[in-house]
T-cell receptor, first 114, second 115 residues
């Protein structure tokens, strides 16, 4: 069974703090994604990575960066957190280059920025 | 880039009735259309998907239809049960059969099944 684990379920940070959200998958998936989930807006793609050290901007990359130093780990970084980054963050992974595009999601990290 | 719209945003049905959720997409190159279900407090999970080479797919009480010409696809749930209550997301992507594929989601439909 695929497992995608996000390091923190709930975080409370102050404006201007640096925030790290970590995600680890155990199925050797090539693709990894960070989504942000807000009511009425669905799941919006922040960044994705299709290989180690590779990254691509999604639809809302501003204010975020990512790091993928190892295949199983994909980190989302908020260099200077702001209140409008209060949200649920979902990590996902998928197999590359096959006929299935299923995304396997983590449990989510709910971030509150005060 | 791809844009996916979804309607309605909320839907209430009586147990046993059918529910239909509709989505439209903008990029004619999209060829893979999954549907995800997210129960309250849980992670989204894939429930059914369809590729552009077919017009309809069924799995027990759920079915998805695709109209490539009109660029819209729909989820149909028959004989709804309380456990069908959840937020449903449609999505579209281009399955390039290479190393990466970007999935764009609709805003979601909150379905409530009233016992």
């Amino acid at each position: 069974d695929v497992k995608v684990t996000q390091s923190s379920r709930y975080l409370v940070k102050r404006t201007g703090e640096k925030v790290f959200l970590e995600c680890v998958q155990d199925m050797d998936h090539e693709n990894m994604f960070w989504y942000r989930q807000d009511p009425g807006l669905g799941l919006r793609l922040i960044y994705f990575s299709y290989d180690v050290k590779m990254k691509e901007k999604g639809d809302i990359p501003e204010g975020y960066s990512v790091s993928r130093e190892k295949k199983e780990r994909f980190s989302l970084i908020l260099e200077s957190a702001s209140t409008n980054q209060t949200s649920m963050y979902l990590c996902a992974s998928s197999i590359a280059g096959t006929n299935t595009g299923e995304l396997f999601f983590g449990e989510g990290s709910r971030l509150t920025v005060l | 880039g791809e844009n996916v719209e979804q309607h309605p945003s909320t839907l209430s049905v009586q147990e046993g009735d059918s529910a239909v959720i509709k989505c439209t997409y903008s990029d004619s190159a999209s060829n893979y259309f999954p549907w995800y279900k997210q129960e309250l407090g849980k992670r989204p999970q894939l429930i059914i998907d369809i590729r552009s080479n077919v017009g309809e797919k069924k799995d027990q009480r759920i079915a998805v239809t695709l109209n490539k010409t009109a660029k819209h696809f729909s989820l149909h749930i028959t004989e709804t049960q309380p456990e069908d209550s959840a937020v449903y997301f449609c999505a579209a992507s281009i399955d390039r059969k290479t190393s990466y594929d970007k999935v764009i989601f609709g805003p979601g439909t909150s379905l409530s099944v009233i016992p």
